[in-house]
């Protein structure tokens, strides 16, 4: 949740205010099963300095091993608070079939446990 604006909005499919839809899901009740990883390979930031974006890669992957990792590329809009922190304003993915979107070579940027 520490990622998302309060008013940012993700589509898990459909659109869905994204810390209001956390917050409403239950805590997990063993240890965490999931993992998220996900690396922006292409981003910006408005001239204004108060809009940017980045794109690339994720991997979701089964901690237990049951199921394969799952593949995809996400998009993220974020937005300067007044804090001067960035979160994201709005959060969009997308599942590719294999993992061509993932190069095992290269690290993830950023990593998070999940239910």
């Known amino acids: 949740m520490a990622y998302f604006a309060p008013d940012g909005i993700w589509f898990v499919p459909h659109p869905k205010k994204t810390v209001e839809d956390l917050r409403s899901r239950p805590a997990p009740p063993g240890p965490l099963t999931r993992k998220l990883e996900w690396a922006p ?14 794109t690339g890669p994720s991997r979701n992957s089964d901690l237990t091993g049951k199921t394969p990792p799952r593949y995809g590329y996400f998009s993220s809009i974020w937005k300067k608070q007044p804090g001067g922190e960035w979160r994201v304003l709005l959060d969009l993915g997308s599942d590719v079939p294999s993992d061509a979107a993932w190069d095992p070579a290269e690290p993830p940027v950023f990593t998070q446990a999940a239910a």
């Not at 390979?41 to 980045?54: Q, T």
Request: no cysteine; aromatic share 14%.
């Open 41 to 54: 390979e292409f981003g910006d930031v408005a001239r204004a300095g108060d809009l940017g974006w980045d």
